[in-house]
């Protein structure tokens, strides 16, 4: 397989194209992806070259950003998004990750979506780009869990985007266990690491406090925790969220899983706003993304940080070469 990653375009009205530019003009003779999108959205200037398959991207990388183009008819300007592009961007995304499953590219890289502006556009039906991206891979039992990774810190949300009220009666045992199973084999298969060191949040304040704070976690978090030791996982916890995230705390494992959204988001970005990447674990194909949004405020002005991006596109080269040099399961 050739060493090309498909890079979705995104909402073109955000940063999500001067982003593509940035992080082309600096890892241009380190590795090589494809912008799946239209060269319309890009900052003038930039040297671009549409071309017909992914094939062509390596010759054409140290010179051009090449692009596999998909039109928009809308007129997405920065700042303005169009209801008119909103079916482009979902077809930009499912090429991508046509392309990727077809092993055209090693891997997926996604810039920021805006979701009100898909379900306004298009009447987008996911909650989010990871719940959409299980929904493309083909495995209706794939389950996307949604990793935060960067240089201090990688956490895993064993909920993700539902509302605080409806935490405690989603988060099941059985849900938590496949996450943390799930986690752990990515550790190994992509991450390279043979005996991750897996901390569990617990869900209340303190983890519960004995249950002075809530009895989840003596309900069932405990025993679940106690199961997955006897079968030889690394795995500490439940644990006081409060005290999991200090620098300290953080050197005694190697992946946290919270409980829910914020629980994990963030520390995550608080540590490493700017550079921090989202990866997708239990899908059939590598996928990463920067962990910001559109930033429309920002737009076309120039100024946005590529650092998130460019992580996002290292990460998805070496988890792909690791992920090749592990082998199947």
Known sequence: MAEIIALSCGEPAGIGPELAAKAWTNLRHELCFAYIGSPKHLPPGLPTRVIPTLAGAPAVMPHALPVIEVTFPGNSRPGAPDPADAPSVIAAIEHAVALTQAGEAMALTTAPIHKQALID???????????????????????????????????????IHIPLAEVASALTPALLEE?????????????????????????????????????????WIEALAEKLRAEGLALT?????????????????????????????????????????????????????PDHGTAFDIAGKGIATPRSLIEALRMARDMARQRSAHGPD
């Open 121 to 159: 556009g298009a009447g987008f039906a996911y909650p989010g780009h990871t719940e959409f991206l299980a929904a493309l891979s083909g495995d209706p039992s794939a389950r996307a869990v949604m990793l935060l990774a960067s240089d201090a810190l990688r956490v895993v949300p064993a909920t």
């Open 179 to 219: 996450t943390i199973r799930i986690t752990a084999t990515a550790m190994t298969q992509d991450f390279g690491l043979t005996a991750p060191r897996i901390a569990l949040a617990g869900l209340n304040p303190h983890a519960g406090e004995g249950g002075k704070i809530g009895t989840d976690e003596q309900d």
């Open 237 to 289: 916890g439940p644990l006081p969220a409060d005290t999991m995230f200090h620098a300290a705390a953080r050197a005694r494992y190697d992946v946290a899983v919270a409980m829910y959204h914020d629980q994990a988001l963030i520390p995550a970005k608080t540590l490493a706003f700017d550079r921090a990447v989202n990866v997708t674990l239990g899908l059939p194909f590598i996928r990463t993304s």
